[in-house]
């Protein structure tokens, strides 16, 4: 009776340390995954990287807090390199986030064709879109991450609707009726 009561508490015990350890290479790879805009240390440029995530999961179980890279936008030529730009995301996992930086630029700023006020972003939104000085129109995927910071001081953002709009008008000038626009900085 008393070995049946020690082999369940020990089964219980071993299944928390699994259950903890687990919880812990989950957290690791959500706080690390995603696409990156960092600054390299070599070139002082913008670069995009991605974490190699299960490093850092088995890294976070010896309680170091050692990252490495996966993926960089100046890879494979600079493969080589010794990844010290890990320091910027492991001080600013948040900020460095792609998807983070966008959401961010976004926020509070007006639609450049309607002047509706953008609030936080969600994921399962239509992704809205920038236009630049020349009035052309940018779906947000297609911006490289590495041009990203450049991108953003020089566009505007644009709604999904007016994305559409402005692209359908441009598309099929014959089919548009023009109405007046209040456009928000663009002429
Ligand atoms: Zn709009």
């Not at 959500?30 to 974490?51: A, S």
């Not at 996992?93 to 002047?115: E, F, H, M």
């Not at 509706?116 to 490289?144: I, Y």
């Amino acid at each position: 009776m008393f070995s049946q009561i020690f082999f369940w508490l020990l089964g219980l015990a071993m299944l928390l340390v699994a259950g903890f350890v687990i919880r812990k290479a989950i957290l690791a790879v959500v706080h690390y995954r995603g696409l990156r805009v960092v600054t390299c240390p070599e070139t002082k440029e913008p670069v995009g990287v991605k974490v190699d995530t299960a490093h850092a999961a088995l890294a976070s179980l010896t309680d170091t807090s050692e990252l490495r890279l996966k993926a960089c936008t100046r890879w494979p030529e600079r493969q080589d390199c010794d990844q010290n730009c890990v320091l910027q995301i492991a001080a600013n996992p948040d900020s460095t986030r792609y998807w983070n930086i966008l959401v961010d630029w976004y926020k509070g700023k007006p639609c450049a064709y309607c002047g509706t006020v953008f609030g936080k972003l969600e994921w399962s939104e239509r992704k809205p879109a920038m236009v630049d000085a020349q009035q052309n129109l940018h779906e947000w995927l297609e911006v490289l991450p590495q041009n990203l910071p450049q991108i953003l001081e020089t566009h505007k953002p644009v709604c999904w609707n007016c994305y559409i709009a402005q692209s359908f008008r441009r598309q099929h000038p014959d089919l548009v009726v023009e109405r007046k626009y209040h456009y928000i900085g663009l002429k």
